[in-house]
């Protein structure tokens, strides 16, 4: 069974602060997926980084995919309140399953 | 392009009576995918279907939930009996697979289920 270890699990800042957000695994994965999840609300798509050592960025965020393809970081700069929400790293471990295998979440506070 | 749409979107049922959800995929999404997703976890994959055949159902606790997807386009899921344990947002989300290096899942709003 592929796991994904969050951390921290919640993280409360004041608006301005950078941080980084981890996702761990001891299984490899052929791509991996940022998502953000808003209360009452489904996960929406952030960003899927496929290559090991990769780096996407999205404005204020910066995703990178380990070398070996088992973790994952996200990093905010300047946090903003629409900042916050539940982020959730997913994993897809293919031979073309099309299954995801999510992580618990960080669930993170930007504080005006 | 309507999104992934799922109703109800709250239900509050006593232990042991029935429950059921549905779901409406993206127009011409093959692949679609019911999740739990409880209090302060990651969303947890109940059964993936592919137009209208199941693809994974080995997390689906089979002799209380149930889910079809006739004609390859809405599906339902069912709980027959609930219990306390249930109470969780189901998440509903289909996917076209991999386009052009990416391979993206759109899910719906989710339907908060309580038992109490």
């Known amino acids: 069974t592929q796991l994904l270890e969050q951390s921290p699990q919640f993280l409360s800042i004041q608006e301005g602060e950078n941080l980084t957000v981890y996702c761990n695994s001891s299984?490899?994965?052929?791509?991996l997926q940022w998502y953000r999840q808003e209360p009452g609300e489904g996960p929406v798509l952030l960003v899927t980084?496929?290559?090991?050592?990769e780096v996407k960025k999205l404005k204020r965020l910066t995703f990178q995919f380990g070398d070996a393809r088992k973790d994952s970081s996200l990093h905010i700069t300047a946090a903003q309140p629409g900042d916050t929400g539940l982020y959730l790293c997913?994993?897809?471990?293919?031979?073309?399953?099309?299954?995801?295998?999510f992580g618990k979440g960080t669930k993170l506070s930007v504080i005006p | 392009e309507a999104g992934v749409a799922q109703s109800p979107r709250y239900k509050i049922i006593e232990k042991r009576q029935s429950v059921a959800f549905w779901c409406n995929p993206i127009?011409?999404?093959?692949?679609l995918y019911w999740y739990q997703q409880i209090l302060g976890q990651g969303p947890k994959l109940l059964i993936q279907?592919?137009?209208?055949?199941?693809?994974?159902d080995s997390q689906l606790p089979k002799d209380r939930f149930s889910a079809e997807r006739l004609k390859g386009v809405d599906s339902t899921l069912k709980i027959q009996p609930a219990k306390l344990e249930d109470s969780a947002v189901y998440l509903c989300?289909?996917?076209?697979?991999?386009?052009?290096?990416?391979?993206?899942?759109?899910f719906g709003p989710g339907t908060r289920l309580t038992v109490l």
């Open positions: 127009s011409g999404h093959a692949t």
């Open positions: 980084v496929v290559t090991g050592g």
């Open positions: 279907f592919q137009n209208n055949g199941v693809v994974d």
């Open positions: 997913a994993g897809e471990s293919g031979a073309g399953s099309y299954q995801l295998t």
């Open positions: 989300a289909s996917s076209l697979g991999w386009r052009g290096g990416v391979y993206t899942q759109y």
């Open positions: 299984s490899v994965f052929s791509s």
